[in-house]
């Protein structure tokens, strides 16, 4: 009997002061300014909004980013989700 083992998600978000986040998991940065970031994750698309924004530390090969500044917000973006906040989202990413 054969089993499909399914891949584990491994992803993982840790906030400090809502001015430094850690997350990990991470496959690719879709876009990003001083005011959004975009992550495309194993969980999932995730926003992240604040103020003063910046990349401290960046690695692909093992999945992990380092945010600094001021966190206001972060949501993750269901892809069957069909609301306008999705469409304008991905509307900006997929031009």
């Known amino acids: ?32 300014d001083h005011e959004e970031f975009l992550l495309h994750t194993e969980a999932g698309f995730l ?12 690695s692909l090969e093992t999945g992990q980013v380092s945010i600094e500044g001021l966190v206001f917000a972060m949501e993750y973006i269901d892809e069957s989700y069909q609301g306008e906040k999705a469409k304008g989202i991905f509307g900006r990413i997929f031009k």
Do not use: Q
Request: without cysteine; positive net charge.
């Open 1 to 32: 009997m054969e089993t499909n083992p399914k891949k584990t998600i491994r992803h993982d978000v840790v906030m400090i002061n809502r001015k430094k986040l850690d997350i990990t998991g991470v496959l690719k940065v879709e876009s990003f």
């Open 47 to 58: 926003t992240i909004k604040g103020k003063n924004l910046h990349m401290k530390n960046l």
